[in-house]
Every structure is written in structure tokens, then in C-alpha cells.
């Protein structure tokens, strides 16, 4: 007589294991410190992409609010017979000077600018997103400064020819005036750095034709916010991040800064204006 036997379904799986009476079943100590090494490799690959990411994004806002700072100053020459907005004029105020309202609250004053009309009074561009500089004046003490850029001291000036760091060099008073290195290479507008003021960057050209690297020095500081690059436009209406090649254009300087051999000073100075007579380059 055959016997019949009812076989169990195999689960795949051994049979769970039961915590002894009193003692709760979780994560040993082992395998949570195994859970934490995992949580921090993870944290290490993804806040470096994370910074990246950041960064880029506050260089295409930066470069975005240059060129549109650019293109309204491109739309004043044609209202006013070709005169070009004056770097000494197109700010009425200084951010450096604690006294003065626009170091407290420049919005109250960028209405009052050259160049607003042209961009819908929208007073954003002027602030760089890189820009962390915070207000210490009682009262306001916190409150982000709300303006990184300046002009070229080379624009503007008087038919004369008082452009007021010329020296030799060529200023650009009217939009015909601008030859050489040509719109293309001449910079409008860019971040300024711890020499911010009134809104005029200074670039002293004595040491650029001829060329004279051992001698390199210049006057205002470039701004460095955007991963050791700064946001240049041009007078052609684009506007791009240049990087910074040598270490010491990003160090904290006093007004006018002597840096032999720094290449940063001598594309500056290449971007800025170019001899009028007998130049070398």
C-alpha cells in the first residue's frame, strides 16, 4: 500500500530568527557604524557636485547681469549723440563709505543712476550672486552689499580728451572712439573687488606698453568670487568669466597693489585701453 506524503512549499527563505526573551532584535553596532561610513561616502561625492553646481549657477546669473548692464549702456550712446555713459558719472554713489546712504541701502539710491532707465529700473544686476559682503553699520548690520560692479576708468571723460586716466593711453568718449584693442576687447563692465567704491575701476597701464612684467602693479582690485574668476563684459556686448591664473590676484591688497610677473595685471591692462603712440604690441 502506497503512503502519500504532503510536501511543504520550499519559501526560498530559512526560517526567521526569533530575538531571545527580553532582548529586542535592530541594528547591531557593527552595522550601523557600516550604515554611517556608507551616509559619509555618499556625503563626500555629492557636496563637491553639489558646490559645482552652485558655482556655475552664480556665474551664468553674474555673467547674465553684466551683459544686460552692458547692452543698456550700449542703448545710452545713440539717446545722447554717441556720448558714452562716463564711468565717473554713471554712479552717484559709493559703497565704501559707511557715511553715505548707499552703503546702507543702496536700492533707495539706483534710481537715480545713468543707465536705469535702460534696464527697467531693474537694480538686481548690479550685485554679483558671489558677492557675500555684509553691511556693518549699526542698525543694518547683515544686510548684503548691493552692488560688486564697476566701469572701465578708460570710458567717458571730455571731447579734450580728458578721460581721465588716460596718460598716454587711449579714453573712449564717443562709441567712434573705440579703435583699439576694439569693442571686442575693451571691458565695460566688472566685478570689483575689495577696492569697490564709486563705481570707476582704475587700471594704471604705466607698466603694459612695453611690455614690462617685472614692474607689474595697477591700482583697483578685480573681484575673485566666482571660484578665483571674475565676470568681465565688453564693449561689443558680450560677456564671459575670465579665471584667474596667478594665486596672488586673489589675496586680500590695500588700495594699488604691486605684483611682479602677474599675468592677471597684464591682461587687465590689455583689456583696458592701448597706447597711442609707438606701441610696442
Known amino acids: 500500500m502506497k503512503q502519500h506524503f504532503a510536501l511543504r512549499p520550499f519559501s526560498g527563505t530559512s526560517r526567521p530568527r526569533i530575538a531571545p526573551p527580553g532582548r529586542l532584535s535592530g541594528f547591531t553596532l557593527i552595522e550601523l557604524l557600516v550604515v554611517l561610513g556608507i551616509i559619509a561616502i555618499l556625503a563626500g561625492l555629492i557636496l563637491p557636485v553639489l558646490a559645482k553646481a552652485k558655482i556655475s549657477a552664480q556665474?551664468?546669473?553674474?555673467?547674465?547681469?553684466?551683459?544686460?548692464?552692458?547692452?543698456?549702456?550700449?542703448?545710452?550712446a545713440p539717446d545722447n549723440s554717441e556720448i558714452l555713459a562716463d564711468s565717473r558719472a554713471w554712479l552717484t554713489t559709493d559703497v565704501s563709505n559707511?557715511?553715505?546712504?548707499?552703503?546702507?541701502d543702496f536700492y533707495n539710491q539706483l534710481p537715480l543712476q545713468m543707465l536705469n532707465k535702460?534696464?527697467?529700473?531693474?537694480?538686481?544686476?548690479?550685485?554679483?550672486?558671489?558677492?557675500?559682503?555684509?553691511?556693518?553699520?549699526?542698525?543694518?548690520?547683515g544686510r548684503r552689499c548691493c552692488r560688486s560692479v564697476s566701469m572701465n576708468s578708460y570710458i567717458g571723460g571730455s571731447p579734450q580728451g580728458d578721460n581721465h586716466w588716460t596718460a598716454g593711453f587711449f579714453g573712449y568718449y564717443k562709441s567712434s572712439d573705440l579703435r583699439r584693442p576694439g569693442p571686442s576687447n575693451t571691458f565695460v563692465?566688472?566685478?570689483?573687488?575689495?577696492?569697490?567704491?564709486?563705481?570707476?575701476?582704475?587700471?594704471?597701464?604705466?607698466?603694459?606698453?612695453?611690455n614690462n612684467l617685472p614692474g607689474k602693479e595697477t591700482t583697483d582690485i578685480p573681484a575673485t568670487y566666482h571660484n578665483l574668476a571674475g565676470s568681465?563684459?565688453?564693449?561689443?556686448?558680450?560677456?564671459?568669466?575670465?579665471?584667474?591664473?596667478?594665486?596672488?590676484?586673489?589675496?586680500?591688497?590695500?588700495?594699488?597693489?604691486?605684483?611682479?610677473?602677474?599675468v592677471d595685471i597684464d591682461w587687465l591692462q590689455s583689456k583696458a585701453s592701448a597706447k597711442i603712440l609707438n606701441p610696442t604690441r
Open 59 to 76: 556665474r551664468i546669473q553674474c555673467v547674465n547681469n553684466t551683459k544686460q548692464l552692458t547692452l543698456a549702456w550700449i542703448l545710452y
Open 98 to 104: 559707511p557715511g553715505d546712504l548707499a552703503f546702507i
Open 118 to 141: 535702460y534696464l527697467n529700473n531693474n537694480v538686481a544686476v548690479y550685485q554679483c550672486a558671489g558677492d557675500t559682503r555684509k553691511c556693518t553699520v549699526p542698525g543694518y548690520v
Open 189 to 210: 563692465i566688472l566685478d570689483e573687488g575689495l577696492s569697490i567704491n564709486d563705481g570707476f575701476f582704475a587700471t594704471d597701464m604705466d607698466t603694459y606698453d612695453p
Open 232 to 262: 568681465f563684459s565688453f564693449a561689443d556686448g558680450h560677456s564671459e568669466i575670465h579665471a584667474w591664473r596667478d594665486g596672488r590676484t586673489s589675496l586680500p591688497k590695500g588700495y594699488g597693489w604691486t605684483s611682479p610677473n602677474n
